[in-house]
């Protein structure tokens, strides 16, 4: 079995940073790609950044300037650095990954429990 648990969030002062942590435990053998979603109430999940295993970061064009992604490999883990954050950044965060499990000859994709953020004053 494979679970992404994510922490941080919480609640958030407008105009300042949060940061997310999410790690992979269980049969992991290789992860190809980790990344972040946000669900807003009564939305669509929406995607906020990807990082491949090399490192390479993309982000969503409405993010740019404001988020971070990084990972480490050793610990299967993937962080999210919100800085400047607005109302509008309320919403439940989600970490994703592409994994290829022990044993199996192709990858699955996995998602954390979510981590909520709240930005309110």
């Known amino acids: 079995q494979v679970q992404l648990v994510e922490s941080g969030g919480g609640l958030v002062q407008p105009g300042g940073s949060v940061g997310l942590s999410c790690r992979g435990t269980?049969?992991?053998?290789?992860?190809?790609?980790m990344g972040w979603y946000r669900q807003k109430v009564g939305e669509a999940r929406e995607w906020i950044a990807s990082?491949?295993?090399?490192?390479?970061?993309t982000y969503a064009q409405s993010m740019i300037g404001r988020v971070n992604i990084n990972r480490d490999n050793d610990r299967n883990a993937v962080y999210l650095q919100i800085h400047n954050v607005e109302v509008d950044d309320t919403a439940l965060y989600y970490c994703?990954?592409?994994?290829?499990?022990?044993?199996?000859?192709?990858?699955?994709?996995?998602w954390g429990q979510g981590t909520q953020v709240t930005v309110s004053s």
């Open positions: 990082i491949t295993k090399p490192g390479v970061a």
């Open positions: 269980g049969n992991i053998f290789n992860i190809r790609v």
């Open positions: 994703h990954a592409n994994v290829l499990r022990t044993g199996c000859d192709y990858y699955k994709e996995f």
